[in-house]
């Protein structure tokens, strides 16, 4: 069944990694001098510590030498993370959801040759390479109907001897500009590629709706072995993966704890503005927020770790992650807004961090597809559409 009781191991990962943020991260990435611009350095040295604590591979399985963690753990770490600093809750997130779905689908063979070089070094992060240009059309345009605009190229892999010639170019690869590994879907399946492989390369990708580290990749006649294909196929969303929404959460739970302690700091009108009723009563819509939010996301997390329970009819058999994602991410920028609002014309301030926790949260609105073309998503499957499978990965 459905249980809202954290195990003590769940209890005693969350209290760790609260702290890690309270004492390592939030002096760090709230410091004046970090808030001013957009374009903020990765904080590589707080995210080789909190690799070091195991959140890295946190979801490895104990046999490969992580800590086995489901879904629910890792909404859990990704909201405290997040907390402190969305660029390391989204690196972070990223490489374990990935490195749990290899683990799965390697070979053992595999698994013997990648996995421990992975666990022993704190920087050794993953990237799935998987869209190609031109492959996400708006959903608007094409609402029930196949994509209108083919990919405008797409990756091949090709064999050669004893290897695979990689080709092509993949968009907006999460991680990819730090990451040792790549998972790059082609056309004869899903190959890995170390970083250091000559025809390799990667760029910065230029923008800023995304959190964390994005970048394009390509391939250049790029020689793999032949047994760096995968086994399996890894069978991946990550725009409504439920870390992802987690870390929204975290983005929100940091505007909301920042405008709780001013309030109930600030004095006008001989009362703390938290006795005040418009304050009070904004402050407790945030509130109401964060918990109707968070309860989707662990419903969503729970789910995906029991997928029996929608068989069973125990759970609606709908897209609950693309729920919790389209209700969170809306929830949490009237959150953060919210919350700037009771600092009143300080909340706009570039050297407080108000500003920039509304920025983090449109962030999470407007990456990947938007919450627009999500809710679209959702109206098919509620019609019984069944979108056609995407050509080109």
């Excluded at 022993?120 to 708006?138: N, Q």
């Excluded at 500009?177 to 998972?183: D, E, G, L, N, S």
């Excluded at 418009?278 to 989707?296: D, H, P, Q, S, T």
Aim: proline share 5%.
């Amino acid at each position: 069944m459905f249980s809202l009781h954290l195990s003590a191991e769940q209890l005693e990962i969350r209290d760790t990694v609260r702290d890690f943020v309270a004492r390592e991260v939030r002096p760090v990435a709230l410091n004046p001098a970090r808030l001013e611009p957009f374009d903020k350095p990765l904080l590589t040295a707080l995210l080789d510590q909190a690799a070091q604590l195991g959140l890295r591979t946190l979801a490895l399985s104990e046999d490969a030498g992580g800590a086995g963690a489901d879904n629910l753990t890792c909404c859990i770490v990704a909201e405290e993370l997040a907390v402190g600093d969305p660029d390391i809750a989204a690196v972070l997130a990223h490489t374990a959801a990935l490195g749990r779905l290899l683990e799965r689908a390697m070979t053992p063979a595999q698994r013997d040759r990648f996995l421990p070089s992975f666990v022993r070094d704190d920087a050794f992060h993953l990237a799935l390479a998987e869209r190609e240009p031109g492959s996400e059309t708006a959903l608007g345009v094409n609402y029930h109907r196949p994509a209108t605009i083919e990919p405008v190229t797409g990756t091949t892999a090709v064999r050669s001897g004893g290897d695979w010639v990689i080709n092509g170019v993949k968009t907006a690869a999460a991680n990819a500009p730090i990451a040792k590994m790549f998972v790059a879907r082609a056309g004869v399946g899903t190959l890995l590629v170390p970083r250091d492989t000559p025809g390799l390369s990667v760029s910065d990708h230029q923008g800023h709706w995304f959190h964390g580290s994005c970048g394009e990749v390509t391939f250049s006649n790029c020689r793999v072995p032949a047994d760096n294909l995968l086994g399996a196929g890894i069978e991946t969303d990550g725009r409504d993966s439920p870390e992802l929404q987690a870390l929204n959460l975290g983005i929100g739970r940091a505007a909301y704890e920042a405008a709780l302690d001013y309030a109930q700091l600030r004095v006008q009108g001989g009362r703390r503005i938290v006795e005040h009723q418009a304050i009070g009563a904004k402050l407790a819509g945030i509130a109401i927020k964060l918990e109707v939010a968070r309860a989707a996301i662990w419903r969503a997390a729970w789910a995906s770790d029991h997928l029996e329970a929608i068989a069973d009819r125990s759970l609606p058999d709908l897209p609950l992650q693309t729920i919790a994602r389209v209700y969170t991410a809306e929830a949490m920028l009237e959150v953060a807004k919210d919350a700037a609002e009771c600092f009143g014309a300080m909340g706009v301030m570039r050297d407080l961090p108000m500003q920039k926790y509304v920025h983090d949260a449109r962030v999470c609105l407007h990456s990947g597809e938007g919450s627009a073309d999500a809710k679209l998503r959702l109206a098919e499957v509620l019609a019984g559409y069944r979108r056609p499978a995407k050509t080109g990965t």
